[in-house]
């Protein structure tokens, strides 16, 4: 069996369109009119409720119990472009995890919660140049050895 991808309901599917291929450089793979999907397994669908036969008030916004989790290697520079993209709410202000990664939690415009995280490798590399061994890293991230070389070595 394979995992083929997630399915979001969107109340617009261009505006959605717009905010996905914009904010995250997200490129189309197919358009059904009311259902879009990206090359990185995300599809966004329109009358959500006709598609999965639900009532169309059981289509809830926030439901606050899962997030679409995305890594960038330049944290700071997507967080100038969202400064500049228009009406996104923030959950909160960004934070760093204990385990030294940054990231910042907002919504799209249905309300699906959206994290956006410092890639690990750039964490370790953030770690190393403030000239910290890696024996010290792997203690400061809490992983071993071996995941940290993962790390270092993921494109």
């Not at 249905?110 to 000239?131: C, P, Q, S, W, Y």
């Amino acid at each position: 069996m394979k995992f083929t991808g997630t399915v979001i309901s969107v109340s617009d599917v261009n505006t959605s369109r717009k905010f996905y291929q914009d904010l995250f450089g997200l490129e189309l793979y197919q358009n059904y009119g009311i259902n879009v999907s990206f090359t990185c397994g995300l599809s966004l669908q329109q009358e959500f409720d006709w598609l999965v036969s639900v009532p169309k008030e059981t289509v809830r916004k926030r439901p606050h119990n899962m997030e679409l989790a995305f890594e960038t290697r330049d944290f700071d520079g997507f967080l100038e472009k969202m400064r500049q993209y228009p009406g996104i709410e923030y959950l909160g202000e960004v934070i760093e995890h204990s385990w030294g990664q940054r990231v910042v939690r907002f919504y799209d415009p249905d309300g699906h919660l959206i994290e956006v995280g410092e890639k690990m490798k750039m964490v370790v590399n953030r770690f190393l140049a403030t000239g910290m061994t890696m024996e010290e890293v792997s203690a400061r991230m809490d992983i071993s050895m071996k995941d940290l070389t993962k790390l270092l070595n993921d494109e």
